[in-house]
Structures are given as structure tokens and as C-alpha cells.
């Protein structure tokens, strides 16, 4: 596998590391709607570990309707789990933020989406600048854990530097979305940390949700569902269950049903 070297902040002016080619971004620029000629915009973040590889598929076929999409490398993401551990929740909003206004910039109306820890990272977007997001796509959203082997990761990140990881949790054979298979435990408590901020401005959040949950997921547990669900102050909130996924769904069994269903979602929040 080929890799390009780039330069990161996070490290002296000169130095590099690589950066796994399937971790690229991707922006489309869409086309204005032929009915009203407004340009619409999609915003999507990929989740804790994991990478664009994750999210470009729905970005492409997004695209492909005629909508503005942005799926960036969220910063630590597609290189090392080392380097991410040098990174944080500030680092990952900050990066996903700027590709928002970009987006706004250009466009009449941005919906965002996210996957696991993207979709904590879009809900607080959705709660920090309000009517400027026109709907939250989320699949598998992660705000909250009920592990309870987290509580010793105050301790445990002082002490060891990353431990095994779960990655390509996806039930359809052959696919892969390009994460690290070591969790950063410095980078892990520091989007537990961020999780408090995304939970306590839930009730911000009044944007129109669906939320993609598969039945079965070994990543996220149920309980950051329940907290989205009960909590935001969205009056249109949707859960669609899929069946026939595990937890990276965009790269799933019932991955063509959100995409298609996304572009209804899109559509029908983008409106007249």
C-alpha cells in the first residue's frame, strides 16, 4: 500500500508521518437544486480511530444527488495511533467546525452526519450554531458509555500509552474502514471529556434528527441512544434500526437503506 507524508502540527516543523491514502478526504461542490436553485451542503465526520474511508461512500453517493459534501480526516486520524494520542476533542470540533463554515460559506442550507464519536462531535455542532444546521443524520452516535472499566482510565492513560482497539465492527464480509486496531488511552479521555460538554447541551439541540442504530453493535451500547433521544429538544426525531448491520453501518449490509434514506432526510429538511 502506497502512502504520501505530510506535515502535522502536532509534531517539529520538518517532520513527518504517513498518511494511509485510503484516509484522504473528500469535498464535492455540488450543484444549486434545479426547482429552487438553493445549493444544499453535507457535513460528515467519521468516528474515534477510524477514518474518511468510513464515510466517503455515503459522501460520494450524496454527491452523486447533486449536494455540497465534506467528509475531512478528523486530526490523528489516518496516520498513527501514536500521533492521535497527541490529539483531542478541541483538535477533531475544531477541524470538523472549520469544514462546517466552509460549507455554510457556500451553501444556502448544511445538514451534518456523523458516525459514533462523529456523531457526538455533530450534535454539538447542532447545539452550538443552532438554525445554522438544517438536520443531524446519525449512525451509531456515541455520547456516553456504560463501561464501567472506563473509570480506571484517569489512572490507566498515566501508565500505558494505548491498549487493543475494536475496529472494522462490520458484519458484511470483506470490507474495511481503515482505523487503528491500538486505542489511544490519552485521546480516549479526552473524547470522554468532551462527551460531557456534547450531554449537557443536548438540550440546545432542535434540529430535526434521524438516527441510523444497528440492533446489534460491540462499539457503542445503547445508552448514548437513549440520552440523544431523550434529551435534545428536537421536535422531528427519527431512530431507524438496522437489522443486518454491526457498528461501522456505512460500510454495512444495510448501508445502500441510509443512503437512500439520508437523501429523503436531506431533502425533506432542506425544503420549502
Known sequence: MSVREHSTPCRPPGETVTLDPHAEPFHADGRPDEVGGQRVGVLLSHGFT???ASMVPWGRHL????????????PGHGTTWQEMNTTGWADWYGELERAFEKLRANCDQVVVGGLSMGGGLVLRLAAEKGTAVAGVMLVNAAV???NKQLLALPVLKRLVP?????VNDIKKPGQDEHGYDRMPLKALASMLSGWKSVRADLPKVTSPIVHFRSAEDHVVDPSSARIIASTVS??????RVLENSYHV??????????FEESVEFVRRVTGP
Open 50 to 52: 477510524g477514518s474518511p
Open 63 to 74: 454527491a452523486d444527488q447533486g449536494f455540497a459534501v465534506a467528509v475531512p480526516r478528523l
Open 144 to 146: 456516553a458509555s456504560s
Open 162 to 166: 494505548s491498549m487493543p482497539g475494536i
Open 234 to 239: 428536537s421536535r422531528d426525531v427519527t431512530e
Open 249 to 258: 453501518a456505512t460500510l454495512d449490509n444495510d448501508a445502500p437503506a441510509i
